[in-house]
T-cell receptor, first 113, second 117 residues
Framework: AQSVTQLDSQVPVFEEAPVELRCNYS??????LFWYVQYPNQGLQLLLK??????LVKGINGFEAEFNKSQTSFHLRKPSVHISDTAEYFC???????????FGTGTRLTVIP | NAGVTQTPKFQVLKTGQSMTLQCAQD?????MYWYRQDPGMGLRLIYY???????DKGEVPNGYNVSRLNKREFSLRLESAAPSQTSVYFC????????????????FGQGTRLTVV
């Protein structure tokens, strides 16, 4: 069975500080990996995705993530956060050849002025 | 380009009432999905439709039915609403992963906030 774990439910960080949001997954087959962001009262927007190739993936708004197959992780990072990054972030996994996405429970990032 | 459109945006139901949540996408995607979002639980898949004419259960299908009306539209029906179905419902779509080289990104609607009293 596959699962997605986001260990941190809430992450407060000061403006202009770096941040890392953690995501681990378990799967017996190859996966595609995604990070989505949800701003208050809105739907989900794709930040970045890993399908294949380079393990370091760059996304929108200055975010990046690194796929680590041996540690089954896909942590999201940003070197300097802004107030506007305050939102909930979801990691998601899709098995290759399958139709459904499995989501983690989300991490609420709060950027403190 | 509207993407994924959900209606209604908000709804209050009494226990036992029925309703249908509508979803339409204009990206010519094969696959469509219904998720529910509850605090501390992330998004959980209710039903999905891999292609027109097919539907399959997800993680939490009990109490729901779906219809893939055509390639564009995928509706979710609550036959007899219960307070446990109070949630935010999201519809999403993506190209089929069975198509070589297909982009597996899912696009989401803005959500329907449903309260069952």
């Amino acid at each position: 069975a596959q699962s997605v774990t986001q260990l941190d439910s809430q992450v407060p960080v000061f403006e202009e500080a770096p941040v890392e949001l953690r995501c681990n997954y378990s799967s017996s087959v190859s996966v595609y990996l995604f990070w989505y962001v949800q701003y208050p009262n809105q739907g989900l927007q794709l930040l970045l995705k890993y399908l294949s190739g380079s393990t370091l993936v760059k996304g929108i708004n200055g975010f990046e993530a690194e796929f680590n197959k041996s540690q089954t992780s896909f942590h999201l990072r940003k070197p300097s956060v802004h107030i506007s990054d305050t939102a909930e972030y979801f990691c998601a996994v899709r098995l290759t050849g399958a139709n459904n996405l499995f989501f983690g429970t989300g991490t609420r990032l709060t950027v403190i002025p | 380009n509207a993407g994924v459109t959900q209606t209604p945006k908000f709804q209050v139901l009494k226990t036992g009432q029925s309703m249908t949540l509508q979803c339409a996408q204009d990206m010519n995607h094969n696959s469509m999905y219904w998720y529910r979002q509850d605090p501390g639980m992330g998004l959980r898949l209710i039903y999905y439709s891999a292609s027109e004419g097919t539907t399959d259960k997800g993680e939490v299908p009990n109490g729901y039915n779906v219809s893939r009306l055509n390639k564009r539209e995928f509706s979710l029906r609550l036959e007899s609403a219960a307070p446990s179905q109070t949630s935010v419902y999201f519809c999403a779509s993506s190209e089929s992963p069975f198509v070589a080289g297909a982009n597996t990104e899912a696009f989401f609607g803005q959500g329907t906030r449903l309260t069952v009293v």
